[in-house]
């Protein structure tokens, strides 16, 4: 596969990541151990060489599952974790969600971590969401520490805003931003992306296929299971998704064209907005893992990304709950 680097002094990486969140937490009950697992051995088969977890997923068993799974190829991978939601005893950051990267609490975090992920130093430790409660001087000073004492390589940030990506960087270089980054969710391009290339940080877009809704497969009738986020989010109503299928049927036709799936289409536009963005779609099944990988070798042509992003230009409503995204942008 095609392996691109974040940042300009990160690592190198494969072009098409793969996000674990959703084996274990947001999309319905924790997936079978065994059978996610196998994924994501069969990711690695694949050709992928970077994956994403955090603490707060599960909390917890997200990271333990991957630290378990990817044991056999440690060294030969780049696994990134998060810290920085609140995760105190009888709070559900599913329900009540709060952040804390008070130093000491990010120490912690990272201690827990390199435990669950069965390793010595963290490759790329993001903060999750800005605790606008601590300077976020503090926080990369923290992991600025963490660096010189060898349990963390990279330091990044997710759905940070421009400004707190300058001030972060000052203090100790950002390798890479984690932000949602699609054909349906665009609001980085105005000022966080320039802030990037000017910085020389890399980007990482999670949910790069709009949760599922950019595969088509995805409708209006679509009913999601108990514990599935989705069902409370603005863009997943089936108003919503009525109002927005024109997108998908430009995915399709121009998929059509190349024959290639929607989802392909949809990780080859993302691919071609910047050289240094590494998209980490989810997925727990190995046919999605293969389907995805493929989409690094698709090529799409000047007039076909303009066209997609026009119509992705015209798609409509929030993307969170109003409580949800003023946690982002900070």
């Given amino acids: 596969m095609e392996m691109r680097t974040l940042g300009t002094n990160g690592p190198k990486v494969s072009a098409i990541g793969l996000g ?18 196998a994924v994501l051995r069969h990711a690695v088969d694949a050709g992928i060489t970077f994956f994403d977890t ?18 056999p190829f440690r060294g030969q991978l780049t696994i990134a974790t998060k810290f920085g939601f609140d ?20 120490r912690a975090a990272v ?54 990506i300058r001030r ?46 950019l595969t088509g497969t995805i409708t209006a009738e679509t009913t999601f299971e108990t514990g599935d986020f989705r069902a409370a989010l603005p863009r997943f109503t089936p108003e919503a998704m009525r109002t927005n299928r024109d997108l998908i049927a430009q995915i399709a036709a121009i998929g059509t064209r190349h024959g290639a799936t929607p989802a392909q289409v949809a990780l080859a536009w993302v691919l071609a907005q910047r050289p240094w963005i590494v998209p980490i779609p989810g997925t727990t099944k190995s046919a999605r893992v293969a389907e995805n990988v ?37």
Wanted: with cysteine; aromatic share 6%.
């Fill in 20 to 37: 674990c969140m959703g084996m274990s937490f947001s999309y319905g009950p924790p997936k079978d151990k065994a059978e996610m697992t």
């Fill in 54 to 71: 955090a603490e707060v997923y599960g909390p917890f068993i997200n990271e333990d599952l991957v630290g378990e799974a990817l044991a």
């Fill in 87 to 106: 995760l105190s005893p009888g709070r559900d950051p599913r329900t009540s969600p709060g952040v804390d990267s008070r130093p000491a609490r990010i």
């Fill in 111 to 164: 201690e827990g971590s390199l435990q669950r992920l069965r390793i010595d130093t963290i490759d790329l430790l993001y903060q999750h969401r800005v605790d606008p409660n601590v300077p976020i001087e503090d926080v990369a000073g923290t992991v600025k520490e963490l660096i010189a004492e060898g349990k963390v390589k990279y330091f990044g940030l997710s759905e940070a805003g421009a400004n707190t």
């Fill in 168 to 213: 972060a960087d000052a203090v100790q270089k950002v390798t890479a931003l984690q932000s949602e980054y699609s054909l349906w969710w665009r609001r980085i391009e105005d000022e966080v992306l320039p802030t990037l290339e000017e910085l020389g940080i890399g980007l990482v877009p999670y949910s790069p296929l709009g949760r599922g809704y």
């Fill in 294 to 330: 493929a989409a690094a070798a698709l090529r799409l042509t000047g007039e076909e990304i303009a066209a997609l992003g026009a119509a992705g230009a015209a798609v409509s409503g929030p993307r969170y709950p109003e409580k949800l995204e003023a946690m982002t942008g900070r």
